[in-house]
């Protein structure tokens, strides 16, 4: 399948949270092959990394992070956050991050899923956030504009951020999870769609893409709950991201899509023993959710950085007496700007 | 399949646009022959109806439509309005309408869709207008809330709208069908799912359903575009009537829902012989659609009666004085609201 855009401005990351990553390699061999990876290693990971031949890719363990990061600041990149380090060294306009726990799906007649296109397609098609077609995304093919559509607003906007979905293990909490043990998706929803301005939505890390010209500095490994541990249920971190970089979305006049592509996601772990641990994340949202609805930036915030720091200073303000984790998040995030302007730039140049 | 709500809570109401309804009714009969029916002449069309036998059905005609409105209304009963006066004379709680051009379309496994299960289904569970789920409806079977999604929303509101799709040809303008006269749509996708609150679409009449208890006189034939003719794509009544009752389910706190279930459209008409008169549809929406963003409703109106008259007062106010084809609408919208108090009556009855 070709691109409308050339292979070296993509840049896939993976964070590595396995140190045998042979399987996981193979099977995305013939989607991953013709980019160039960034494999982050958990600084938590103990093991050497297994990686097969035939890639081109830079590895970075905990010893790079220090010496680009130092000791000094509020963010740890341990377990899923790990890759967030490679969103900062990239020098890439797009990145792609799919778990090192997903293997590719296969479509609704068989066929391999080419998520890298998918999530290449999704981002360089325009969004639609003002105005919502029944029809789904009409720049797929066979698809349109509905009768109604405003003429005005089919030109759409760009596409920042592109979410795609799981087949096999859903991406449930540890309650919902441990409710229902038995439970896998299997459904094959053939559809891409807009995500409308001012609507919230829980963004998981798992399976996506994004413009790191326009927001990349907005995805950031800020939220870490006390109880944090290694399987996806027990995180936070992405859905906190995931609503820091839909408001941005929202006020600098991008589009967050949703939909295709799936990833086959391997089951593991043991959701019974982590529902002690998920309850503070539920907890959390009841929190957040109203604090993020009701948030509106300054106009003069223009850029993903200035953003940022202005959802940090809210967050301070409004959040910051009612738990201790929110304040730390808070700095976490000035950091982060602080550390993307220094070491992440701000322009992108393809094959650098 | 056995629904969890009684069969005559529902009434199927088609609009006669079309005298010889022998091959469309006999197509829907498998799924139709359980429910009561009423069935709607167009005053415009001349001919005898023909219907098959083996229906429990009504049939109104320009006679009961007079004898009921009276002639002093601004209301036109007349083309695809005309379904409406089925909405109002019906006492039950649920409502099916689909175009007398639809047939039954096929699911991805190639099973017919019963329609009518469908959309009870989707208005009988819940919706989830204020936070969007990635899994799409998280009430249909084998589906749930994601992680991240707010426990205190998962319960949902009444949804009080179901907007079906069309397979074959799509519900395009004009101008898009005689850009590309070959399209078909035959993208199954497999998804139901709210539309999110503030966020306005363009709903279409062709195959649609609601609760008549809690939004029926929102679903209201007032806006006559100067050149409508008997084709889909020269209509926009459902259009206007669909960004009326989206923003009175955000004001009430309802949800409407989109997606399952598909009709099968057959093709007819000529679209660039349309095109002319589509013209002025496209031109309406650039000036209404930021006025329905914009407009909101005072918090005493707490009923959908109420709603429809605030919004035609701010129809009256806000672009009167740029159409005259405004003016009349809210006219057209105040006499609705007056009629459906009258005839309409406002609790249902189920089996009177």
Known sequence: MSL?????????????????????????????SRFHLIIVKDPDLKEELKIPEGFNLDIYKKLDIDRVVGTSTSIIFSGYSCRYFGYLVSRKKYIISVDDDCLPAKDNKGFLVDAVAQHITNLTTPATPFFFNTLYDPFTEGADFVRGYPFSLRSGVTCALSCGLWHNLADYDAPTQALKPEERNSRYVDAVLTVPARTLMPISGINIAFNRDVVGPALLPCLRLAGEGKFRW?????????????????????????????????????????????????KMMEEVVPFFQSLRLPQEATTAEDCVVEVANAVKEKLGSKDPMFARTANAMLDWVKLWKSVGGSSSSPGA
Chains 1, 2 share one sequence.
Request: net charge negative; proline share 4%.
């Open 4 to 32: 409308p855009i050339k292979d070296d401005e993509i840049d896939i990351v993976i964070g590595a949270l396995h140190s045998d990553l042979t399987s996981f390699m193979n099977a995305w061999r013939p989607i991953f």
């Open 234 to 282: 027990e995180t936070m971190e992405d859905i906190w991201s995931g609503m820091c970089v839909k408001v941005i979305c929202d006020h600098l006049g991008l589009g967050v899509k949703t939909g295709l592509p799936y990833v086959w996601r391997n089951d593991r772990g043991d959701a019974i023993a982590s529902l002690r641990k998920e309850w503070e994340g539920v």
